[in-house]
């Protein structure tokens, strides 16, 4: 077993993979990556055959080494990073060799980044998951000085490899599909909420997102609404009108009037909306909204067929001169010599 270290931290740092599903009897929610698509693009950037555990880093990453040879892939929110003060491609893998120091600095669009060791991370587990689960103290966001084990990386010798994505980090146009809930809302307070430019509102964590707008939007249908369930993107509307996304560490039952839910394809772009981002509405019927639904073998086939050897920069190769760049000698007049004889 390998071990990444924490040297520092400076944004809230968790360790993450695709959660708990089906435990809601019990009252836990899925938790998991706020955006699980990063996940899923590290394991298909990796070569993985299903996601793997890593460290979410909300806002900001920190420094970060291992003790042997382990390919990282660097997912989500890009984040400045270098390696010994080499620049690194987000959306990449790379190499860090034992002792090298990999700085990530803070976002600059999104919230949430993603480090994924090849190997995955190997903290201890709890009913099938190695996720921190702030809101109901399953784990606690990292500190300087953490050691986590690793699962050794299968192929450290694997060439890096780059992944194209579709920016989904600063805000846009998210997919709602009717729920249970939205017939206790009338055409007009609808059609308001999907021709409103909305702001992610100041107020926000895994939990789940405030939608800014100045406007309300209220249900006169909704007085004495039983709890019920609720989910990861449902948009419920408080007491006094304001709309909020729910993310992955949301509460199980609710009282809120829920005017639909948001695809959960289009919910990591609800996820990395930092505040004040703008975000926009779509209602779709649930013949589009199941099209769009699709499994995680599915997304990890289209995440590896976006892959590709990722081509190095020669002049930020520190060790350029270590390589074989040349395999022969010639005199310059080979060819001339071979059509001659």
Do not use: K
């Not at 040297?7 to 959660?19: E, F, K, L, S, Y």
């Amino acid at each position: 077993m390998s071990t990444l270290t924490l040297h520092r931290v400076d944004g809230i740092v968790t360790v993450q993979d695709m959660g708990r599903p089906g435990h809601l009897a019990q009252g836990l929610s899925r938790g998991g990556a706020a955006d699980r698509l990063a996940l899923i693009e590290a394991a298909a950037l990796l070569g993985a055959r299903a996601p793997l555990a890593g460290l979410e880093m909300a806002g900001a990453g920190g420094v970060f080494s291992g003790d042997a040879p382990m390919r990282v892939a660097l997912t989500g929110a890009p984040m400045a990073a270098t390696l010994d003060g080499v620049p690194l491609r987000w959306n990449a893998t790379h190499r860090i060799e034992p002792g090298a120091r990999l700085r990530i600095a803070g976002a600059e669009a999104g919230v949430y980044g993603y480090l994924v060791p090849a190997g995955g991370l190997a903290t201890p587990d709890w009913l099938g998951s190695r996720a921190a689960h702030l809101a109901i103290g399953i784990g606690a966001p990292l500190t300087a000085g953490a050691v986590l084990a690793v699962t050794p990386d299968p192929a450290p010798e694997t060439e890096a490899r780059v992944i194209a994505v579709a920016n989904r980090f600063q805000g846009g146009t998210a997919r709602l599909m009717d729920g249970p809930q939205t017939g206790l809302f009338d055409a007009e307070t609808l059609d308001a909420f999907c021709t409103t430019a909305f702001r992610r509102g100041t107020r926000g964590n895994r939990q789940g997102v405030q939608l800014s707008a100045g406007a309300r939007f209220v249900s006169a249908e909704a007085a004495g609404l039983a709890s019920d369930l609720i989910g990861p993107g449902d948009v419920q509307s408080t007491g006094d009108g304001v709309p909020y996304v729910l993310l992955a560490e949301c509460q199980t039952v609710g009282g809120y009037p829920r005017l639909g839910t948001v695809v959960a394809e289009d919910l990591p772009l609800i996820a990395q909306a930092a505040p004040g981002t703008v975000l926009r509405f779509r209602r779709v019927g649930a013949e589009e909204a199941a099209r769009a639904c699709r499994d995680e073998t599915v997304l990890l086939r289209e995440a590896a067929a976006r892959c590709s050897s990722l081509v190095r920069d020669p002049a930020l190769i520190p060790d350029l001169l270590s390589y074989q760049l040349i395999g022969g000698v010639t005199r310059g007049d080979d060819l001339e010599q071979d059509d001659a004889r």
